[in-house]
Every structure is written in structure tokens, then in C-alpha cells.
């Protein structure tokens, strides 16, 4: 993994998921890249020298020293490469433009709320950015400090194989990081029988097992009518350090806002979630 992006609008929220950025980049030997994003203020008058140039521009002047203070702060427990970027059009194109330039592996963004699962799954709007589907995504909850990855849980439904790309920052992580990633599959024998593990490997999970190569996995199953108390589950007893999805409409995820205790259930997980987009930019 060679760069990594964090986001940050200055929040304590943001200040955590920078800080973890950070941890993260020392313990891969990437590259840091902050980013903050302002938006124009919208003028209280119809005339368009209500906000002169000069006025946007102490407002990314701004930006620029509270991003080379925090830079300074950084520095002095981490020893990686930074740099920062300031924009102020639209957040979601800015971010993805910087991300090209960059050709960043992953961002990553701290995010408001009980938990990543809830979150990503329900719409907050660090989750509403990342769900346009192309950027690979590590949201942080509030609180969770960086510590060594040895086990992701990729929760998967087995019934599309991913492309290479979009599993690639899972596998840089693991790779990097010498983690263990447990694929974890959810069957239901009333609504989803053609999942229920067989004695012979399917062809979805042997073309899987050739995109994870040789970075050290396994399979896991269970049989569970709802989706997030599964995960729930199995996060908790394999002791995962992070959870990766991919987002996508044709997957089990859908039937996840379906189920009336979803919210409640996985307002408890409280881990780093890695949310993988289906068409990660790259530059061109």
C-alpha cells in the first residue's frame, strides 16, 4: 500500500480516524495524504461581492495552516512521508479527483454515530459519500485507536466473484499487514440453500481462492436468518480486528435493511470497517 488518504474537517471525530490514518501508514510504510474540504459560504445577498476572492482565499489559507500543524503533530510520533490537499468544490468529486492524483489505495474517515456497521448500512453521510461505489473506503468509529490487524472478517455472499481491483486494497492490507482474512459465508436452508456449504468447492470460492492467492485465509459459515446478527457473531467470536464488504446491490447486504432489529443489533459492532467499492478510480 503506497498512499493513504485521511480526511478531516478538524472534528475530534476526525482528529481519532486521522490519528489512525497515521498508525496505519507507519505500520505499512505508506505515504500520508490529509485532505479537508470547505464549502463556499452561501451569501446572505443576491450580489456576487457578498464573498470576494480574497475571503475564499483566507479560508484555504486557513485550512492549509491548521493542516500543516496537524502535519507537525503527526511527525513527531510517526515517521512517514505527508502531504496535504485543500478543496472546495463539491466533497465527494474533490475527494475522488485527489484520490486519482494521488492514486491512493484507501481513504480513510472517521464517522459519527454508534458504530461503522450501523453507519455504512444505514446512511450517514461519510457512508452516503463512499456508497457513489468507487472509492475503497476504512471508516473509523469514534474512540478506536489503531492496533495490529491479525484477523479481517470479509463477510461474503459467493454468489459474484469480485474483481481483482476491487479486492485490492483488502489484499494490500493483509499482505502489508500479515493478516488473516476469515471469509465468512451466511446461509439461511429456507431462503438461501444454494449456499449451504457442500463437500466439494464451489466455482465461485475457487475462483476467490485464486484472487486471494497467497495471503493466509479461510471459510467460514453459519447458518442465520439475519444477516447482521450473523456478523455480529462471528466478528465477536473470531475476535476480528477489521470488517471488509462490498457494497453492491446484488448481494445478501440488501436484505440487511429488511430485518426490524438490523439497527438495534449492529449499533454494537464497533470496529474498523472496510468498505469496498466496485470501481475503484485509477489514474489515468
Known amino acids: 500500500m503506497q498512499t493513504i488518504i ?18 496505519l501508514a507507519a505500520a505499512t510504510q505508506a505515504r500520508l495524504v490529509l485532505f479537508h474540504h470547505f ?15 480574497i475571503f475564499i482565499d483566507e479560508l484555504a489559507d486557513n485550512a492549509e495552516r491548521r493542516l500543516t500543524l496537524l502535519q507537525e503533530e503527526l511527525g513527531r510520533t ?6 496535504s490537499k485543500v ?7 474533490d475527494l ?30 461519510t457512508a452516503a459519500a463512499i456508497r457513489r461505489g468507487n472509492l475503497p473506503l476504512l471508516v473509523i468509529p469514534q474512540g478506536v485507536v489503531f492496533h495490529p490487524i491479525q484477523k479481517i ?20 492490507l493483509a499482505m502489508d499487514l500479515d493478516a488473516y482474512i476469515e471469509v465468512f459465508t451466511l446461509f439461511d436452508l429456507q431462503k438461501t440453500p444454494e449456499l449451504v ?12 481462492e485464486v484472487l486471494l492467492g497467497p495471503i493466509r485465509h479461510g471459510y467460514s459459515y453459519e447458518n442465520e436468518e439475519s444477516v447482521d446478527r450473523g456478523i455480529l457473531y462471528e466478528a465477536t467470536r473470531s ?3 477489521m470488517v471488509a464488504m462490498i457494497t453492491h446491490h446484488h448481494s445478501f447486504w440488501s436484505t440487511v435493511l429488511n430485518q426490524s432489529d438490523t439497527q438495534r443489533i449492529a449499533a454494537h459492532i464497533l470496529l474498523p470497517l472496510l468498505v469496498l467499492g466496485e470501481r475503484t478510480p485509477t489514474a489515468g
Open 39 to 53: 464549502s463556499y459560504p452561501v451569501p446572505a445577498t443576491d450580489l456576487p461581492e457578498a464573498y470576494p476572492t
Open 153 to 172: 472478517l470479509f463477510p461474503y455472499d459467493g454468489r459474484s466473484v469480485p474483481q481483482t481491483d476491487t479486492l485490492q486494497p483488502l489484499l494490500e
Open 87 to 93: 478543496r472546495a468544490l463539491t466533497f465527494e468529486s
Open 96 to 125: 475522488e479527483e485527489v484520490v486519482v492524483e494521488e492514486q491512493a489505495a484507501l481513504v480513510v474517515m472517521g464517522i459519527h454515530g454508534q458504530s461503522a456497521v450501523f453507519n455504512a448500512l444505514f446512511g450517514n453521510v
Open 197 to 208: 456449504p457442500s463437500g466439494s468447492e464451489s466455482a465461485v470460492n475457487s475462483n476467490l
Open 78 to 83: 510517526y515517521k512517514i512521508e505527508m502531504s
Open 6 to 23: 485521511a480526511c478531516t474537517d478538524f472534528s475530534p471525530n476526525a482528529h481519532n480516524a486521522v490519528q489512525y490514518a497515521a498508525a
Open 239 to 241: 475476535s476480528a480486528d
